[in-house]
């Protein structure tokens, strides 16, 4: 049996997983949001380095619970 997942599940689930690449991507390489934007919003003192980790980490957790929680509501299909 399947089951008939909604949108949100997957809006959800690909949230998740482009807040965990991106996690990698800035514990490899932590200036990558300023090479792309060309902004330096910290000015310098690697704050926004410390705290980009954190807050991706956060959606990438929030996201995985709702989608877990979406796939476990949606209903099974004969």
């Not at 991507?25 to 926004?48: I, R």
């Not at 990438?60 to 796939?71: D, H, L, P, Q």
Request: no cysteine.
């Amino acid at each position: 049996m399947r089951r008939q997942l909604p949108v949100r599940f997957w809006i959800e689930a690909v949230t998740a997983s482009l807040g965990l690449a991106l996690l990698v991507l800035t514990l490899f390489s932590a200036e990558w949001f300023e090479a792309l934007t060309g902004l330096e919003p910290d000015g310098g003192n690697g704050s926004l380095e410390l705290a980009l980790p954190v807050v991706l980490l956060a959606i990438s957790a929030g996201s995985a619970f709702f989608a877990r929680r979406s796939y476990q509501r949606a209903p099974l299909r004969a």
